[in-house]
């Protein structure tokens, strides 16, 4: 089984502007997460959809927004790009079940903005 | 809200040896999983091992266990038999299971452990 993707893997942009990332959960998985991860804040939880829906967002301004579709793939966007924006994102896919399920991470895109 | 604290930013340990890293976390919950993810140089962050809180047995997976104590609210992995693969930076998370069912982690900020030849 092919496991979750990510791209672009690398990104440069300026002030400003705005940038979409890509992930592709493994098959089967309908949930998937968003984190952002600095070195001086760590990870952060950004938002979570499954089934096309968003069931949970973190403590991100507005100009952080997702969506998902109906193959699970997901996306996310930010707007308005600040230098604070920089980080590496990572996606995670899981799994329903009954019992918690193991998230699997992506590789991640490493976003710079200058 | 809850929290994570892993209080060592960075660990060393000699190949062979057996190193334990640190976490504690903060909640009023009763019901909640906890787990250690590893993310090594390459970035893929990859799950080493998780613990239901209502199992009073500490989880082991091969040269990994936890020492799960529930009231202390303290989550400590231990890694035995070191090897050079094993250094990483390594996550302590937390899991809610009051949330709807979501997957939402909350992490700690991390140990970077270096395993010396």
């Known amino acids: 089984k092919a496991g979750v993707t990510q791209t672009p893997r690398y990104l440069i942009k300026t002030r400003g502007q705005q940038v979409t990332l890509s992930c592709s959960p493994i098959s089967g998985h309908r949930s998937v997460s968003w984190y952002q991860q600095t070195p001086g804040q760590g990870l952060q939880f950004l938002f979570e959809y499954f089934s096309e829906t968003q069931r949970n967002k973190g403590n991100f301004p507005g100009r952080f927004s997702g969506r998902q579709f109906s193959n699970s793939r997901s996306e996310m966007n930010v707007s308005t790009l600040e230098l604070g924006d920089s980080a590496l994102y990572l996606c995670?896919?899981?799994?329903?079940?009954?019992?918690?399920?193991?998230?699997?991470f992506g590789p991640g895109t490493r976003l710079t903005v200058l | 809200a809850q929290t994570v604290t892993q209080s060592q930013p960075e660990m060393s340990v000699q190949e062979a040896e057996t190193v334990t890293l640190s976490c504690t976390y903060d909640t009023s919950e009763s019901d909640y999983y906890l787990f250690w993810y590893k993310q090594p140089p390459s970035r893929q962050m990859i799950l080493v091992i998780r613990?239901?809180?209502?199992?009073?047995q500490n989880a082991t997976e091969n040269r990994f266990s936890v020492n799960f104590q529930k009231a202390a609210k303290s989550f400590s992995l231990k890694i035995s038999d070191s090897q050079l693969g094993d250094a990483a930076m390594y996550f302590c998370a937390y899991r809610s299971d009051f949330q709807g069912g979501s997957e939402k982690l909350v992490f700690g900020k991390g140990t970077k452990l270096t395993v010396n030849p």
């Open positions: 995670a896919s899981s799994a329903q079940g009954l019992t918690t399920n193991e998230q699997f």
């Open positions: 613990q239901e809180a209502y199992k009073q």
